[in-house]
Every structure is written in C-alpha cells, then in structure tokens.
C-alpha cells in the first residue's frame, strides 16, 4: 500500500470470521508461551546466585537461550513450509514444557550431583527452551497464511501485542508464584517429592502454561490451507545465504540483526542503569517496564495497524527508527536532567530524569513496536506463498542471533562508560535507516 493511500473500508479490513478464529487461537498460543516465559524474568538472576557463581552467568543463560532460538527459528520455518504450521506449533509449545520442568528442578539436581552438573542441567533446559521458541516463525508464517496483505500488518501486529502482554503479564505472575505466602501454600499442597521453592514453582507454572497452550491448539488450532514444498532439504546456513543473496530479502535480514542488537544491549542494562542513576528497585524498575510493554501493547495491538493502513508500512517503518533512535539518547542523557525531586513536595521518584525515562518509554515501544510489525510485514511481502516459513525462520534466526551478541556488548560497554550501550545502539539505526530506504 502507498503512502497517503487512504485507509480501506471496514469490509476490507475485517477477516472473514474462520481466519479471524484462526488468527486468534495462534495470538493465544503465543500470548500463554510469553506469559510463561515472562514468568521466569524477576526470578532468573536470583536463581542463577543460587549455585553460587558470577553474575556473568545471567548474561550468559541469556545469550544460550537467543543462540538456541537463532539456530531453530529458520529450520523450524522451512519444516514448517514443507510439513506444515500446526504440528510445528504444537511440538514446540510441548517441548517448551518439558523444558521449563527440567529448568525448575536444576537446583535440586545441583544438590545431589554438584553445581556443575546443575549449571550444565539449567542451561541445558534454557537451550531447548531456545530452540522451541523458535516457533514464532511458524506462528507468523500461519497468520501470513490466513490473512490478505493488506491485513497483514494488523494481523501480525497482534503477534507483537501478545508479546507486550505477556512481558506486562508475566513478571508479576512470577512474582507471586515465587512469594513466600504462595511457596508455603503450595508446599503444604504437594506431596514431598516434588521440590517446591520460589525458583522452582514459577517454573513449574510456565510449564503448566505451556501445555495449556499445547491442549488449546490440539483442539482448535487447524492447518491453513496452502501450497507446500517439497525441495531440496537445506541447512539454517544455506537459508541464510540463500536470504543474503536476494535482493529483496537482503536488507531485512540485517535490518533485523542491527535493530536485535541494539534494542537487546538497551535492555539489559535498563535496570542495571536506572538503579544506579535513579535508586531504582526491582520493583520500581518492574513497574516502569510495565508501562513501556502496556504502551507496547497499544502501538502493536491497534495503532501501527491504523498507522500502516493510513500512511503504508515503509513509512511507518522509518518512522519507527527516527522514533527508537530519539528514545535512545534520551535515555543516555536522562541522569543529566536530575535525578532528585523537582520540589521539595513532590515524591522523591519525581524527578527531570523521571520525565525523560517517560518520554524515553514512549518512544522505544513505539519505534520497536513499528520495526517488529512493520519488518514482518515487509519480509512477508518479498517471500513467495510456498516461503514464508523459511522467510519469517530466517529473519526471526537474524534477531535472535542479534539478542545472543548485543547482551555482552551492551554490559561490557556499560561498564566502561555508561551511556556508551545506549548511543551505541542508537548508532546502528543509522546504517538500519539506510537500507530501509535504499529499499523503498
């Protein structure tokens, strides 16, 4: 759709109500896997303290879990090409189970066979969690299935928006499971051999999660209708080169990487930083990352929909980098603005750095909102019907291989001077930008 087009009427707009039920059921399936996996996030850095070892090993689980996840997604988007969406969904929601028990009980194991053999165990259970969570691929590549390019962006945005709320969602679920009023009840509750702890029971309830979602799509969940491919069995290396090669797809590819890396440094040194500059707990910073993810859900759910309706996606896109690059350096410059309250009445977290992290929040929900949706639907767009899988596989492959480099880059550069991670990350939009527009 062109810039300036206007908007498609409501009739044009609205799915026919099978693809609307389809559509849903997969927005369901990945909301109750992110809610699970936005569980394990206020409990993962104690837990990692708990063996007793560096912090290094948090950036570490981290990047073992994105790895897993980069070398998964394209190859379950090709199998999901060529065997189909709903059994790739369905496995790999199972597996993520299974994984999250296996994560639950690592401390247990340490006790009784060493902290080597726990760690080896913990991170064991983060790759196969990684790896299953490469399904986004297929999930996308199913809703590209039912629904007509000029809903696409709508409809995939709805992917973006199950992400923001389970990352709303998730933590606090997590926060109560690991509560000692809910550990104590849950251990008078289960019979002894089962190890209930405050790492173990918010584990336990991702799993649980997991194969909800896994019993939802057995139901419901069918397979789209479409051509399937039957070519040459090709490894995630030959999908990525093959990529690289097109022209089309090229620029995507590393549009996807460079935005993976810098919004994933950003945010893991988000709390490290507003708790040294601002006295931030983990509470408060929980508090501020639910406002960012509730806006997330807003722009991804509803407005850049309208947005790439109204105005078309490029031009969302770009506006989406502008957007993120701007927040960034606020981000950067917002202790410079004060840290202490403005009067002497006002609460002490009311502060001119305070008001700058707001306008920093709305902007990097809506500038990474933007990048998400409207690279999915520009990707969706250079893919022929028989690739969408491998296509989505790919770049999803890309971002994830982002996540696995801009954690430790961002942590190293932190330590060296603290604004470095943010202006850092908001110079790898520039090239971003570039590409984009030598693509319009």
Do not use: H
Request: glycine share 12%; aromatic share 10%.
């Amino acid at each position: 759709m062109t810039t300036g087009q206007a908007a498609p009427s409501d009739e044009a707009t609205t799915p026919p109500t099978g693809a609307r039920r389809r559509v849903a059921v997969v927005v369901a399936v990945v909301f109750i896997d992110l809610l699970g996996f936005g569980i394990i996030i206020p409990i993962l850095p104690f837990y990692v303290r708990s063996f007793g070892v560096s912090d290094i090993f948090i950036g570490l689980l981290a990047a073992s879990y994105s790895l897993a996840q980069f070398t998964a997604a394209p190859v379950l988007g090709r199998i999901s090409d060529q065997r189909g969406r709903r059994p790739i969904i369905m496995l790999s929601v199972g597996v993520s189970g299974v994984a999250w028990i296996v994560f639950g009980i690592a401390a247990e194991i340490a006790t009784v066979a060493g902290t080597t053999v726990g760690l080896v165990v913990l991170f064991g259970a983060r790759l196969i969690a990684g790896a299953a969570g490469g399904n986004i691929a297929a999930a996308q590549a199913y809703i590209a299935d039912v629904t007509p390019p000029e809903r696409r962006v709508g409809a995939l945005g709805l992917i973006g928006a199950a992400f923001g709320l389970g990352f709303v969602f998730g933590p606090a679920v997590g926060g109560l499971l690991a509560s000692e009023t809910v550990v104590s009840t849950a251990s008078s509750l289960f019979p002894d051999f089962v190890p209930i702890t405050p790492f173990s029971l918010p584990s336990f309830g991702a799993a649980t999660l997991s194969f909800l979602a896994l019993a939802g799509a057995a139901v419901v969940l069918e397979e789209p209708e479409r051509k399937r491919v039957k070519g040459r069995r090709t490894t995630f290396v030959d999908q990525f080169q093959s990529a690289l090669a097109d022209v089309n797809l090229r620029p995507l590819v590393v549009a996807f990487f460079l935005t993976s890396v810098s919004f994933s440094a950003v945010t893991v040194m988000f709390v490290p930083f507003v708790a040294d500059f601002f006295g931030y707990d983990a509470t408060e910073a929980a508090l501020f990352l639910a406002y960012i993810g509730t806006l997330g859900i807003f722009n991804q759910g509803f407005l850049i929909g309208r947005l790439s309706s109204r105005f078309g996606v490029r031009s969302v896109v770009r506006a989406g980098v502008a957007s993120l690059f701007c927040s960034l350096l606020m981000l950067a410059i917002a202790p410079l603005a004060g840290t202490t309250a403005l009067t002497a009445s006002a609460p002490p977290w009311f502060s001119g750095g305070f008001l700058v992290l707001l306008g920093f929040g709305a902007l990097a929900s809506f500038g990474n909102g933007s990048l998400s949706v409207g690279l999915a639907s520009l990707v969706s767009e250079s893919a022929s019907e028989q690739s969408q899988g491998s296509a989505f596989g790919v770049t999803q492959g890309a971002g994830s291989l982002g996540r696995t480099v801009g954690p430790p880059l961002g942590a190293a550069a932190y330590v060296v001077v603290y604004w470095s991670p943010f202006v850092g990350g908001a110079l790898l939009l520039v090239p971003v930008a570039v590409l984009l527009r030598s693509r319009a």
